[in-house]
């Protein structure tokens, strides 16, 4: 991974799976560009756009839980907040609206 000076600019030469990796190397004019292309060739080659992030398919009702058991303890307020979030975890889509107008 370098950026060498040559006679007419400046050449990037990278392997960014490593030494068995596939090659990449390309000339242009300027220092700035070739360090731009650079740093942009480490960041997409390790991203795996292919793989969908998968969604999360906790219920609430451990969210809530995680919460309580990582951040909620340390609050003043903390189990008085936990006892909210689940009550308001109980209430179906219908009951929730009736309270809470826009």
């Not at 907040?81 to 209430?91: F, R, W």
């Amino acid at each position: 991974m370098s950026i060498k000076s040559i006679t007419n600019g400046y050449e990037v030469d990278c392997r960014p799976q490593g030494r068995n990796g596939k090659r990449y190397r390309k000339k242009f004019t300027t220092k700035g560009e070739a360090q731009k292309y650079e740093r942009w060739l480490l960041s997409t080659q390790n991203q795996k756009d292919w793989v969908e992030n998968s969604a999360d398919k906790r219920p609430l009702l451990e969210l809530i839980n995680l919460w309580y058991h990582y951040h909620g303890q340390q609050l003043k307020i903390g189990v008085a907040k936990h006892k909210n979030q689940l009550i308001t975890n109980s209430y179906q889509c219908v009951q929730f609206n009736r309270f809470h107008k826009p």
